[in-house]
């Protein structure tokens, strides 16, 4: 997994409340048996209406995902994250995850930010009416800043329109900023296991190399 510091990019409003992860992944493209290839199903049903967020051009490539509150509740899928992100989103910002989707995300790279639900409907109303507008998230300072199009020069940006702290538990903060998922986190003890193993009983077994 690649450290996450800081993202960076414009954000896709998505002004609903109680996004499972059915509506997120549906049910039907679960049977593939690869990791990859689902970026194509996010939202699946939603998109079959043409004035579906995801579907407005002016949304193209934006790369954070703001919405409502209690985001990626029902199933425990991983493939709910796992299309999110290769679809191009980055981060998702909402008032509230549920606790199996945010650490699944985390498994992934996939960054949640928590902010209040005030501050989540003005970036919302922002990217509404500027598209284009910009959001700086920084995982070390934990702050989300966002700028409007005409707020934001490479020289001297403006003060940001829309401004908070998030707060994030410190070991998933680790994990995002040292790029660690559960295979680096067990990595990163290999000496610590190689001793431990060194010292065990000969008839016991023993963890490959």
Request: charge should be negative; aromatic fraction near 8%; charged fraction near 20%.
């Amino acid at each position: 997994m690649r450290p996450v510091r800081v993202v960076e990019g414009r954000v896709v409003p998505l002004d609903r409340a109680d996004v499972d992860t059915d509506q997120i992944m549906p049910k039907q493209y679960l049977k593939r048996v690869e990791r990859t290839g689902f970026g194509e199903f996010v939202f699946a049903d939603w998109r079959a209406d043409p004035d579906f967020v995801l579907n407005q051009p002016k949304y193209e490539g934006a790369n954070v995902l703001v919405t409502g509150a209690n985001f990626g509740s029902g199933s425990s899928r991983e493939h709910a994250p796992w299309g999110l992100q290769q679809y191009g989103f980055d981060a998702v910002i909402a008032p509230s995850f549920a606790d199996i989707f945010t650490g699944n995300c985390a498994k992934t790279g996939l960054l949640t930010v928590v902010l209040p639900a005030p501050v989540c409907a003005e970036l919302h109303a922002l990217a509404t009416r500027d598209p284009a507008a910009v959001v700086r998230i920084d995982v070390e300072a934990q702050t989300m800043d966002a700028w409007s199009s005409d707020g934001v020069t490479m020289c001297a940006p403006t003060p940001p329109a829309v401004s908070a702290r998030f707060r994030m538990d410190p070991h998933t903060r680790r994990l995002f900023l040292e790029g660690l998922d559960d295979i680096g986190l067990t990595l990163a003890r290999a000496d610590a296991i190689t001793a431990h193993e060194s010292h065990r009983p000969a008839w016991l077994p023993t963890t490959p190399a």
